[in-house]
């Protein structure tokens, strides 16, 4: 058998080079390192147990000390990959969280407290000091008033990817005029409110890209399997509107970094089908909650605001992410149709909008009595005569029109063409009264069935009610 020799002939130059590049090789891949969104000054979620993970060389052992007093040994596994848990206590720092393996690895700064996920498309990513011919009602003060080192911030970059990424860019930082201004209007807003009530660090997550549909933050399991509708785009070139792009890239790098729960801001990429948003948005919020193997955390959101003029869709998704409300498990919705803005589409009422999500933390999961969460919500009705009589949750002292008239109100018979009708608070605001002359025998009430309104029914803490309708779901949706 022939064989045949090369013989490579380096100079010595070459030789000590090519030994250099060797080493370093590898060292690199010898080299201790732990996922990027852990790093100086995050804010671990506290009174729990935190995933941790990162990279080393295969069975290498790996000691993770929390100063605190939490310390933990797991290996790598064949391929260098490295995962466990570390027990966290009661809220406070700072501390010192050190990572030892090949090398040790030592990050500062770091505070225990309450870490929220915030997403979305360009109403939560809009900074609190607005955009190009945008502006946020009270961005000044609030900036200014924004130094504290027990909010922090960590953005995710705009990323799109075709495949799930493992990681992300980023770094953790202190709440201050530079860094708010900067920082998401809305997650700002709810990250003030519950430290100021709760008085513990606050870590808020913002990972959101404007004009973005519900798809482009779903998986492709479910994108494949339930929505098989998308699945042609998956073919095409990827970008911040194609189905998977944005999870792949800019939440399963984020995954499982332990949370507390997730607020969103987000429907008007979805305008064109209220009926698959109503399915799809829910699918969404069970995909993040099956990866995060977290149980069914908290995931609060915002209804569309008022904006345009009878913009096709609009209502539609409003009553699509009612569903969501009513019927996903530990849900709840902030309801702004009392702040929208009929010509823009990012209404500069943010600090408003930020704090109505916190009021649903606050009551829901931080067990802050005293106060409402939530707007009316309908609840029941009863046809009397030429009138139908409606009932509310969610108003505990009542409902009001906050002096203003009740208008917005239509009813409709058994044709289901429905006309504009009168309303009236009676019993002391514990029903509303509606009615049309042009309905003697009345069937269904729908309230604010526009794409730009003005609230006018409220619970006595000045929640709006959501849009409405009496129709079962089915109706609601039909084309």
Known sequence: MNRTIVTLNFSPIKKLLFIALFLFTIFCQSQTKIAPIFNDHMVLQCNTEVQIWGKDS??????????????????????????????????????????????????????????????????????????????????????????????????????????????????????NPETSANFSAVAYSFGKML?????????????????????????????TSEFPEFTKDLKKEYNTKTATSLYNGMINPLIPFTIKGTIWYQGEGNRWNPEQYSRLFPAMIKNWRD???????????????????????WVGIQLAQLKTMLTVPNTGM??????????????????????????????KDYNVT??????????????????????FKEAPLGITSLGKPLNNFEVAGEDGIFYSAEAKIIEKGKKLE???????????????WKSYVEGSLFNTAGLPASAFSTQNWEEVFKK
């Open 58 to 175: 295969p069975k290498t052992t790996i000691e993770i000390t929390g100063s605190w007093g939490a310390k933990i040994n797991t290996k790598t596994d064949k391929n260098g990959k490295w995962k466990t848990t570390l027990k966290t206590k009661k809220a406070g720092g700072p501390y010192t969280l050190t990572v030892k393996g090949t090398e040790t690895i030592i990050l500062k700064n770091i505070l225990l407290g309450e870490v929220w996920l915030c997403g979305g498309q360009s109403n939560m990513a809009m900074a609190l000091k607005g955009g190009p011919g945008q502006h946020i009602e009270g961005s000044n003060k609030a900036i200014l008033k924004s130094k504290n080192s027990n909010i922090r911030f960590f953005t995710v970059p705009d990323t799109v990817s075709s495949t799930p990424l493992d990681n992300c860019k980023g770094t953790w930082k202190l709440s």
């Open 195 to 223: 430290h100021e009530h709760l008085n513990v660090p606050i870590g808020l997550i913002s990972s959101n890209v404007g004009g973005t549909p519900a798809q482009a933050w779903t998986s492709k399991e479910i994108i």
């Open 334 to 363: 902030a309801v702004i149709n009392d702040i929208g803005y009929k010509t823009r589409i990012h209404p500069p009422k943010k600090i408003q909008v930020g704090e109505r999500l916190a009021y649903w933390a606050l009551a």
């Open 291 to 313: 990866k995060w193997k977290q149980g069914d955390f908290p995931f609060y959101f915002v209804q569309l605001a008022p904006f345009g003029n009878n913009i096709d869709g």
């Open 434 to 448: 509606v009615w049309s002359d042009s309905v003697i025998n009345p069937k269904n009430v729908r309230y604010a």
């Open 370 to 391: 005293g106060i409402v969460h939530s707007g009316p919500v309908y609840k029941s009705m009863k046809i009397e005569a030429s009138k139908i009589v409606l009932q």
